[in-house]
């Protein structure tokens, strides 16, 4: 779990990074923030299906559905923070400050299921 969040910090910060150098000063708001949520979304979703590993299928399958809600939600938070604070969450930096993490961080949790 404490590297799953290690590598959700250190990609919200190549993130910031390359959101930086492409829209400048105004992305590193949106990339920090959504980078974080990005990892705390989904280090509370890994929380949430490992106990479910030895269970039965159908158990497994809600405490995932849990899991791909939480990421949904943060989806919502992304429309909302760029609907009413566009200034300080343009669309383009927020959406990659989240999916640019919590898309790598999805692929990495597949080694954490094994």
């Given at each position: ?26 992305a590193v708001l949106p990339g920090v923030t959504f980078g ?79």
């Amino acid at each position: 779990m404490s590297r799953m969040v290690a590598w959700g910090v250190g990609l919200t910060v190549l993130v910031t990074a390359v959101l930086w150098l492409a829209w400048g000063r105004a992305a590193v708001l949106p990339g920090v923030t959504f980078g974080l949520l990005a990892t705390a979304i989904q280090a509370v979703a890994l929380r949430v299906v490992m106990p479910a590993l030895a269970q039965p299928f159908g158990k497994l399958m809600a405490r995932w559905g849990i899991g791909m809600g939480l990421r949904l939600g943060g989806v919502v938070v992304f429309a909302l923070a760029s609907a009413i604070a566009r200034d300080d969450f343009p669309p383009l930096p927020t959406a990659f400050g989240y999916l640019g993490v919590l898309l790598p961080l999805l692929v990495m949790e597949t080694r954490y299921l094994r």
